[in-house]
């Protein structure tokens, strides 16, 4: 099985900084897309920052200037360095990549199960 796992979430004061992983393991042939998202309480689910092949990167436009989405590929692993946070960052965190792995004959979709991050003095 493949399966992807965040952590580093936490309560933080406004201003402060956090850096959220997330790890992939499993039988994994390749790695394409991966992606941050966020849910705040009671909120539709939003797009945070997508980082590709190439290390090509978008960000939302709530959170640029603020936050790093970044990858080391031999750890299978993406970071996202969150930093000037505020408590409308105040979210679960979830990891999605776009895997290939031994069972699938193209990419597919993943989550993580999330991690909490909660802004507030």
């Known amino acids: 099985q493949v399966q992807l796992v965040e952590s580093g979430g936490g309560l933080v004061q406004p201003g402060g900084s956090l850096r959220l992983s997330c790890a992939a393991s499993g039988s994994i042939f390749n790695i394409y897309h991966m992606t941050w998202y966020r849910q705040a309480p009671g909120k539709q689910r939003e797009l945070v920052a997508i980082?590709?092949?190439?290390?090509?990167?978008i960000y939302a436009d709530a959170i640029k200037g603020r936050f790093t989405i970044s990858r080391d590929n031999a750890r299978n692993t993406m970071y996202l360095q969150m930093n000037s946070l505020r408590p409308e960052d105040t979210a679960v965190y979830y990891c999605n990549a776009a895997l290939l792995t031994r069972v699938s004959a193209a990419p597919t979709s993943h989550w993580g199960q999330g991690t909490q991050v909660t802004v507030s003095s």
């Open positions: 980082i590709r092949g190439g290390d090509n990167t």
